[in-house]
């Protein structure tokens, strides 16, 4: 007898329906086709120990099983509840069956029958709804997950007796109720901006970047407070809109970083990779394609802290992803794209030692050793970065001072009204949500400069010779400064100060000592 169920394999971060096709026939043996990794051809072995410890029986005929369409890769143990369904209904141990190919069902099986959870629920949810299907069925620790899909009925087991109930008597179970089972899921930062002591120029940079979600770069002696104010920047920063929370969530499912209870991310991330790190580990990939620290950084920060220690090749890999906000994996039997809209958050020391510029200790480096130094980072990734500010070491005058420091919910109320402008800019704009996103066409739509900051510009370009990626972010930065004072038009005192964060396209950078 041949019998029909369903299933989801995850492509990228999205899933696509997988028909899991059982015929038992005359002969001897099991096997499964439609190219399964060794995981899925495990299943087997968990599936028959699951029926026999639960009073059925394994077919002692020919068993075939056909994972559909055969040309995808299937990977995984969440196979193994479909499989399971389907050799009971094709060896005609349960009965009726009608209902059995309405739902996704997934989940990985213990040798007890028990159901364990699995990842990528958030895609395979949707997937069920985009293609009609009546709901899903699933392992209990996911329910929180799979709720987040509206208009979908979702079915959670503790095992794999209580499928084949729902299977053969579905009106025994209710679907799950959202209520209750969502809780929104926050990534804590560290540091609130009042915790940290002076450096207020740098606060006003970061409060300009996450504003306009521009990258910006650090650079300082050690022990200025750059890691410090990089963490604390989360604080700062909106909110996860809905459409985002999901698309973020979407990818924590996939790769299991979702927490126990598996809630909806309303915070954004804030990825702080070592420095050791490969190039996959930081675009993804692998032989079956993982979203890497740049996809997982999506819609939030990636935060690269001692920048010229990490491997060059590894780093310039970031240039095509910052442009395109997406990055494409190829293997030679398939290709996926994995989103990756993220801020670049850097930091780094002046020079070897660290203090070079440094008010009171003398940097030992020479011009030619501090050129070799900032070269570790390649002059076109430098072209990306919106931001570069210098981090000075804090005086113990203001170490000490009793002066209360802007909180991060004040500062985050402005970036927040900064955002909710360019979202009424851009509502018709799509795939760009903020001022760092403008293409060239989007320049010259939405920022009008007066004649006074035009002057300026022009005098600035000239002089510091500055490329035309380095102009038009001059531009971008400018506008999100325009944007949190409210002003329609970019004024000259707003390009001046995006003038400010340009350090390193200076010349003289290096070239002369305290």
Sequence with gaps: MLVKTKGSALIGIDAVGITIEVNVSMGQGYCIVGLPDSSVKESLDRTESAIKANGFRMPRTKLVINLSPAELKKTGAAFDLPIAIGILAASEQITPIDLIDKYIMMGELGLDGKLYPIKGVLAMAMQAKADGYLGILLPNENAAEAVLVDELDIYCFEHLTEVVEFITQPNTKSPIKKSGLVQDYKIKSATDFSDVKGQQNVKRALEIASAGSHNIIMIGPPGAGKTMLAKSIVSILPPLNQMEALETSKIYSITGKLDAVNKLLQTRPFRHPHHSLSAIALIGGGSHPQPGEISLAHNGILFLDELPEFNRSVIEVLRQPMEEGIVCIARAKMSVTFPARFMLMAAMNPCPCGYYNHPKKECHCSPSLIQKYMHKISGPLLDRIDMHIEVVPILYNELRASKQEESSATIATRVKNAREIQSHRFKNEAGTYTNAQMNSGQLK????????????????????????????????????????????????NHISEALQ??????????????
Excluded: H
């Excluded at 390193?504 to 305290?514: I, V």
């Design 445 to 492: 739509k939405y920022c009008t400069i007066t004649p006074e900051g035009e002057a300026i510009l022009k005098m600035a370009m000239e002089k510091f010779q500055l490329s035309a990626r380095a102009f038009d972010r001059i531009i971008k930065v400018s506008r999100s400064i325009a944007d949190l004072d409210n002003s329609n038009a970019i004024q000259l």
């Design 501 to 514: 964060f340009r350090s390193l396209d200076k010349s003289s950078w290096g070239q002369y000592k305290n």
